[in-house]
């Protein structure tokens, strides 16, 4: 059973533009919420992360948006460029128990137009 | 300060043969995770060790197993490939009970 939904699986931005990736989760367990960014060829990197205690996290273009109550949360990327072109996994994990594992989603690929 | 790495890069294995991959972790990190990314189920965990021992396992067959080194050095093996193997490897390396987990390049395993 997938427990994180991601959408869209792909996105086409002109630079400038806002790309906005959107993930659900079921389980109210999760309490971390990482962005991994993925280069072809390259392990996924670690954009940014929130915990459900605030509701928005900025760092230089990227914000991530948090909705507790409606199990969503966002990524927002402003004035996007041609170098943020690659793939975008949301991921979340529980803190809960002894060891924390990463469950992702499904990815989107985006693109952004020179 | 040097990050994940992963060795070897690539492999290329006949199925039913075996093959042990190796992840050392960024300096300091004591725990490991191994996941597996492939184009159809996406990037779903294997498990995690933390000091030596593993603390969680995903719903992989139990062909695929690990184990971790007083160094933090972990290793994952794979018994009797199938084609369905064929996957990229990711090590991801944490501080103890830290949340950040930051992955190598991984592993790029092609069974043939």
């Known amino acids: 059973q997938q427990q994180v939904k991601q959408s869209p699986q792909s996105l086409i931005v002109q630079k400038g533009g806002i790309s906005i990736i959107n993930c659900a989760y079921e389980?109210?367990?999760?309490?971390?919420f990482p962005w991994y960014q993925q280069f072809p060829g390259k392990g996924p990197a670690l954009l940014i992360a929130?915990?459900?205690?605030?509701s928005e996290k900025k760092e230089g273009r990227f914000t991530i948006s948090f909705n507790k109550s409606a199990k969503q949360f966002s990524l927002h990327i402003m004035d996007s460029q041609p170098g943020d072109s690659a793939t975008y996994f949301c991921a979340a994990s529980s803190s809960s128990g002894s060891a924390r594992q990463l469950t992702f989603g499904s990815g989107t690929q985006l693109t952004v137009l020179p | 300060k040097a990050g994940v790495t992963q060795t070897p890069r690539y492999l290329i294995k006949t199925r039913g043969q075996q093959v042990t991959l190796s992840c050392s972790p960024i300096s300091g990190h004591r725990s490991v995770s191994w996941y597996q990314q492939t184009p159809g189920q996406g990037l779903q965990f294997l498990f995690e060790y933390f000091s030596e021992t593993q603390r969680n396992k995903g719903n992989f067959p139990g062909r695929f197993s690990g184990r971790q080194f007083s160094n933090s050095r972990s290793e994952m093996n794979v018994s009797t490939l199938e084609l369905g193997d064929s996957a990229l490897y990711l090590c991801?390396?944490?501080?103890?009970?830290?949340?950040?987990?930051?992955f190598g390049q991984g592993t790029r395993l092609t069974v043939v």
């Open positions: 991801a390396s944490s501080l103890a009970e830290a949340t950040e987990a930051f």
């Open positions: 389980n109210t367990a999760f309490d971390y």
């Open positions: 929130i915990r459900p205690d605030v």
